[in-house]
């Protein structure tokens, strides 16, 4: 049964292939289990023995704090605020942080 999953993808410009986009999800029943700091475990452990790969981003909702306290404690900071930056199917927006680790 699938729990999780993570991608990261590099920098399609020359200029940007140091860094990756990393995307994490946890289905919500599985949520607390620590799914998710495994997953970022693997992908830290990953990162830091790719010489490609310099810098990690991500971005996480605001309100999603129990993943935002993972990811500061894997040694990411904020970077950015996205204001509205999704748009739910209730009418309620979300506001966006955009996080970075730097891997190297």
């Given amino acids: 049964v699938l729990k999780g999953f993570m991608t990261v993808r590099g920098g399609v410009l020359t200029r940007m ?7 994490i999800m946890v289905c919500p029943e599985a949520r607390g289990e620590g799914i998710g700091r495994q997953l970022m475990d693997a992908c830290m452990h990953w990162a830091k023995n790719n010489p490609a790969i310099e810098k990690l981003g991500l971005s996480v909702f605001t309100t999603n704090e129990r993943a935002i306290g993972l ?11 996205r204001q509205r930056e999704f748009r739910m199917k209730d009418g309620s927006y979300r506001d966006d942080i955009l996080m970075y680790c730097f891997v190297d």
Avoid: C, P, S
């Fill in 17 to 23: 292939r140091h860094t990756g986009k990393l995307e």
């Fill in 71 to 81: 990811y500061r404690d894997m040694g990411f900071q904020q970077e950015g605020l």
